[in-house]
């Protein structure tokens, strides 16, 4: 939010330097992300009148204007805005003028029509960030004075508030908070004329509004979500524009002027932080009820749309329609125009989450629901009420009833809260003197009711509905005492291994750290998903209440969120996409949540094109099987159905089924060519890890032999490897597949099947072996293939 540091000095005494308030603020965890200098102190830009407009005869957006710049000879100026009529008074910058943007005016001629300067919007000025027409100046705004009368130099310092501090948007809150942290003296507002007690207003029932010829009551229906509704009668209004001061501070934050009604209802907000919103009275019929929007039912607002509103939106209406939604906009139908006479000014307090739920499903936020949202002071409703009525009453000559009608009751104060000066001293780490954590929290607005050595109980005020507990206030000494002054100490302490540091670190050794070795990247996706999710996401259990359509169910699979990842790589013209990731799935029905590994691969098989080979192969089935063999013990696949996957295999690690994997179904995904994934229990995997066994280099020497052989096609390479190794011959180190070569039916002599050959290695660990030991196990092996297997032995 923008404050201006001139409406702040109303309040509170500053330091004179703004970069010294930045830096108080920031200190106490207020952040303030910028400070601007503003202010018109421009040579040759002064005030000058619109005496007559006609059209452009060259261009149809343009306008050709003659204004009076008080130096007694009218000038001639073109312009393109449309939000001014003839009488206006705005700023003019006279040839050699140099605006805050840099540009110089000079005379020119546009479309053939000279121009003798340019008449400037707020934007150009940097008054405000309008750049939609001209910057109106009040009528009392003497033609020829100098725009820096005007608009004196002020700084904005641009804040960033936290949700929980509602008591800050305001420049009284701010001005209150800035006081309690440096001491400097603080001046009350002049809204607090108003005496009334919360129990006096409490007592009070919605009485009669007593407007000409129509008495109105006020009834609240949504007690939960509005549990408290004043409305005040002012008459006889006369709505016209506001006065330069009013103008001047409201667009100082960034805030356009409408007139002068709507006008002071902003500038109460952005003084007291409290909304207020004024109805034209004369256009409203009947009573006036707070409830619950009907289903679909239609209501068009302030910024000319048509909402279709829902059951849980808050309403204002009358006894025909909707005038309101309640703590957000008001209606079209029922807004102050020129011809207002009377009007229904509004203060009401409505519930935070109500107005978060309502502005976030209508996609419709508003300075006042940015306060609502946040929670407003209970005790300030009344006082903002009194101060926008006065105002009206000054600038508008409104006649204000003499009493506030009131419906509902105000929210609870917040509970009193003990501290103890130990626990205080204990959690700050210094020792801080009782009376100057008293002091410091009376500063905040706290007044203390239960006093003893040990501590006291203290009174919350309404606005600090953030206060809680102890340690909140323990907080706000910390804050006022500053917490530069706290010396640094080293309360580091060794923590024992836990079962989830030994799980991660498992996790990261077994799977993570071999992946990226073997070329793989980790990616990190949501746990959501949108609905547009297919892939092997059948049956996702949806959210009650999703924040966003991209966001509607929990996964219960790790691929469709590295497909989302495919496609942005595609799109950036990435020509290989190897991935993974590690995370939790959410299996259907029940919601379980399992620990889960996917892999992804898609694309040319090397990354760089290489000049000794020309020719590019894509990543195939073999590859992701490659990098299951990573992580996976005793790897083998099995035949296996997936509706999602065109070349399916389950994934088992000894006897144990551990995943799936496979070649993705065409239409799955928008990559072109072939996209391979698979997704494991990660769990599974990293229970049945065993303990990794290191022995030293061997002392003597391997010897190979080769197995050349005619299979029969359905015989797979796994039967064949259990033979050769089971029954384990002792002196077999490895064997490895080194060619095939499949012979088709019909293509020539040799006979149907195909051709392996094998290389087995040789090897004892306490002698070196003699051809005859080798020859002897090598002829148990061949002779158990033929045997068992009935295969073809090459000579």
């Known amino acids: 939010m923008k404050f201006s540091v001139n409406w702040l000095r109303e309040f509170v005494d500053l330091p004179k330097n703004p970069e010294e308030i ?130 004196p130099a002020d700084t904005i310092l641009d804040v960033e508030i936290t949700p929980n501090r509602g008591d800050l948007l305001s420049h009284f809150g701010l001005a209150r908070e800035i006081a309690a942290l440096s001491g400097a003296s603080f001046r009350a507002p002049k809204a607090f004329g108003v005496e009334e007690s919360r129990g006096e207003t409490q007592r009070k029932t919605a009485g009669s509004l007593d407007f000409a010829r129509d008495d109105k009551l006020i009834k609240i229906s949504a007690t939960r979500e509005c549990p408290f509704f004043s409305a005040r009668k002012i008459g006889n209004v006369k709505v016209g524009p506001s006065p330069h001061w009013l103008r001047a501070k409201i667009e100082s934050v960034g805030i356009r002027s409408i007139n002068n009604i709507v006008d002071i209802s902003n500038f109460v907000m952005l003084e007291l932080g409290q909304p207020t919103h004024a109805f034209d009275a004369d256009k409203l019929k009947g009573d006036i009820n707070v409830r619950l929007a009907r289903e679909s039912e239609k209501f068009l607002a302030l910024d000319g749309k048509t909402y279709s509103l829902k059951q849980d939106t808050c309403v204002v209406t009358d006894q025909e329609r909707a005038v309101g939604i309640g703590g957000v906009m008001g209606g079209e139908e029922t807004a102050v125009t020129d011809s207002t006479k009377n009007i229904l000014l509004e203060a009401a307090y409505f519930l935070p989450a109500s107005i978060r739920r309502t502005a976030r499903d209508l996609n419709l936020s508003s300075d006042a629901s940015y306060r609502f949202e946040r929670g407003v002071d209970p005790d300030m409703i009344l006082q903002a009420s009194h101060r926008a009525a006065e105002l009206i009453r000054e600038i508008a000559g409104g006649t204000p009833a003499k009493e506030i009608q009131v419906a509902g009751k105000l929210p609870a104060n917040p509970a009193d809260v003990s501290l103890s ?136 699979s790790l691929i469709s969120g590295l497909l989302e990842v495919l496609e942005r790589n595609v799109r950036a013209g990435a020509e290989r996409v190897s991935i993974f990731e590690i995370g939790r799935a959410f299996i259907p029905p029940s919601g379980k949540e399992e620990r889960h590994l996917a892999i992804l691969l898609w694309g040319n098989a090397a990354n760089t094109p290489n000049w000794r080979s020309q020719i590019k192969r894509s990543l195939d089935l073999f590859d992701l099987k490659g990098a299951l063999e990573c992580v996976v013990p005793n790897l083998s696949f099995r035949p296996g159905k997936f509706p999602d996957l065109a070349l399916a295999v389950e994934v088992w690690s000894g006897d144990q089924r551990v995943g799936f994997g496979g070649q993705l179904s065409a239409g799955k995904s928008s990559a072109p060519g072939s996209v391979l994934v698979a997704e494991l229990h990660a769990d599974l995997l990293l229970e049945n890890e065993s303990v990794k066994k290191f022995r030293g280099l061997d002392r003597y020497p391997a010897i190979t032999r080769d197995i050349a052989m005619i299979a029969p096609e359905k015989l797979t390479h796994a039967e064949i490897l259990r033979v050769i190794e089971e029954p384990k011959e002792p002196l077999l180190e490895s064997v490895q597949l080194f060619d095939v070569f499949e012979h088709r039916e019909g293509a020539t002599s040799a006979p149907a099947g195909k051709s392996l050959a094998y290389r087995l290695t040789y090897r004892a660990k306490n002698r070196t072996l003699t051809n005859e030991e080798v020859n002897a196990a090598h002829a148990t092996i061949r002779e158990r293939l033929r045997s068992e297997l009935g295969v073809t032995l090459r000579e």
Not at 55 to 79: F, M, W, Y
Not at 115 to 129: Q, Y
Request: charged share 30%; net charge neutral; aromatic share 4%.
């Open 421 to 556: 000066y130990v626990k205080c001293d204990r959690v700050i780490g210094v020792a801080i003197e009782p009376e100057t954590v008293d002091e410091i929290l009376t500063r905040f607005g706290l007044t203390k009711t239960n006093s003893s050595r040990e501590g006291g109980t203290w009174k919350i005020p309404s606005y600090r509905r953030d206060l809680q507990r102890d340690v909140d206030l323990i907080e706000e000494v910390l804050r006022a005492y500053g917490i530069d002054r706290i010396p640094g100490t080293t309360r580091g302490r060794f923590m024992p291994t836990s079962p989830a540091d030994r799980s991660h670190d498992l996790e990261t050794f077994l799977l993570r750290d071999r992946l990226v070795a073997s070329g793989l990247s980790e990616v990190r996706t949501s746990k959501l998903i949108p609905k547009s999710a297919s892939a092997l996401s059948q049956g996702a259990i949806e959210l009650r209440n999703p924040l966003s359509e991209d966001h509607v169910a929990l996964r219960p």
């Open 22 to 151: 930045a830096e108080l603020l920031t200190r106490a965890g207020i952040e303030t992300k910028n400070i601007e200098t503003r202010g018109a102190n421009i040579d040759k830009v002064v005030v000058s009148q619109i005496t007559a407009s006609s059209q452009h005869p060259n261009a149809d957006r343009l306008t050709v204007c003659e204004v009076d710049d008080g130096s007694g000879t009218k000038r001639q100026i073109v312009c393109g805005a449309t939000n001014y009529k003839v009488g206006d008074k705005v700023p003019l910058a006279l040839p050699g003028a140099k605006l805050p943007n840099g540009t110089e005016i000079r005379k020119s001629k546009l479309r053939g029509i000279e121009s003798e300067g340019m008449l400037c919007s707020p934007i150009e000025l940097r008054l405000g960030e309008d750049a939609s027409g001209l910057l109106i100046l009040s009528p009392d705004a003497k033609i020829g004075a100098p725009i820096g009368d005007l608009f």
